[in-house]
């Protein structure tokens, strides 16, 4: 199921930035709560953060990016905006754009997400 189209991923150096961005159509866009996910090979899936229809960010349970993303609407562009910071080795990983019920975005569980992309490759080099 790949609704969403992720970009902005790539590569970067330890304490580097990186400006993820999600297209989606309007019907998900207007109504459903947007956010990203993660995984790493060999790792289990993380969400990241999730922004609901009215801009309210939603943090997962246990935050390894406290401080270091936030996440924005462009209602003009139907797009979801993840913007990290301060980057290190250990976020590298796949991430996903998402949509559906915000908590399930954050945390699963991830058989109930209405519809996510195929994601953008991070990579954090020291």
């Known amino acids: 199921m790949a609704q969403l189209q992720e970009s902005g991923g790539g590569s970067v150096q330890v304490g580097g930035s990186l400006r993820l961005s999600c297209q989606a159509p309007?019907?998900?866009?207007?109504?459903?709560?947007m956010g990203w996910f993660r995984q790493a090979p060999g790792k289990e899936r993380e969400g990241v953060m999730s922004i609901s229809t009215r801009g309210k960010a939603i943090y997962p349970g246990v935050n390894s990016m406290n401080g270091r993303v936030t996440i924005s609407k462009d209602n003009a562009k139907n797009t979801v905006e993840l913007n990290m910071t301060n980057l290190k080795p250990e976020d590298s990983a796949m991430y996903h754009c998402?949509?559906?019920?915000?908590?399930?975005?954050?945390?699963?569980?991830?058989?109930?997400?209405?519809?996510w992309g195929q994601g953008t490759p991070v990579a954090v080099s020291s």
């Open positions: 309007r019907d998900i866009y207007n109504y459903d709560c």
């Open positions: 998402a949509a559906g019920t915000c908590s399930v975005i954050v945390g699963g569980p991830w058989k109930f997400l209405k519809a």
